[in-house]
């Protein structure tokens, strides 16, 4: 039983450039969430779906897109990398009702040059 | 909007001693608490949680309280280890929805 799945686990992009990051879950839970992890900041949202078919802005969400492509997957997407968006990206995923914990991923880490 | 407040770390113990870590947090409805950790190189994971005013959550001989008069839900272990060496966050999740509001992290060294 995988969890969750985050690919590619390493990146380094060169300003300017595009890039997807993937996140798959197999547990068969309704919300999905992208946050990035910079040092002596915790982790903020930059977007979350709540459900298939919906997703929504978080705290830090310029300079990205999502895509819920079904309810097992969410992607990330930067359409024109920025060296501000060096960080370590973790996707979590939750069953969505009640108080219930978010799973995560091990995190890609990300570098812009 | 709602917050939470963890103490700087790093926090240096030798191994066997008693650990604190405090958190305290800000929220306008009733959240549920939570504490994560996370090891080098690893995403977070649930460490412990508590849903409601005096729970106790407690996992791995840690334990945390959740005081809704002091706001606060400190993580507690009473003899730490090596093992043990890793960033703790502390988080709140809302009534409506589990949008996850985290601290900073406290990260733990652990010394034999």
């Known amino acids: 039983n995988a969890g969750v799945t985050q690919t590619p686990k390493f990146q380094v992009l060169k300003t300017g450039q595009s890039m997807t990051l993937q996140c798959a879950q197999d547990?068969?839970?309704?919300?999905m969430y992208w946050y990035r992890q910079d040092p002596g900041m915790g982790l903020r949202l930059i977007y979350y779906s709540a459900s298939e078919g919906t997703t929504d802005k978080g705290e830090v969400p310029n300079g990205y897109n999502v895509s819920r492509l079904n309810k097992r997957e969410f992607s990330l997407r930067l359409e024109s990398a920025a060296p501000s968006q060096t960080s370590v990206y973790f996707c979590?995923?939750?069953?969505?009702?009640?108080?219930?914990?978010?799973?995560f991923g091990d995190g890609t880490r990300l570098s812009i040059l | 909007g709602d917050s939470v407040t963890q103490m700087e770390g790093p926090v240096t113990l030798s191994e066997e001693a008693f650990l604190t870590i405090n958190c305290t947090y800000t929220a306008t409805g009733y959240p549920s608490l939570f504490w994560y950790v996370q090891y080098p190189g690893e995403g977070l994971q649930l460490l412990l949680k508590a849903t409601k005013a005096d729970d106790k959550g407690s996992n791995k001989g840690f334990e945390a309280t959740y005081r809704k008069e002091t706001t606060s839900f400190h993580l507690e272990k009473g003899s730490v280890q090596v093992s043990d060496s890793a960033v703790y966050f502390c988080a709140l999740s809302d009534q409506g929805f589990q949008k996850l509001v985290f601290g900073t992290g406290t990260r733990l060294l652990v010394s034999p």
């Open positions: 979590a995923s939750t069953v969505g009702e009640g108080h219930q914990p978010q799973h």
């Open positions: 547990m068969n839970h309704n919300s």
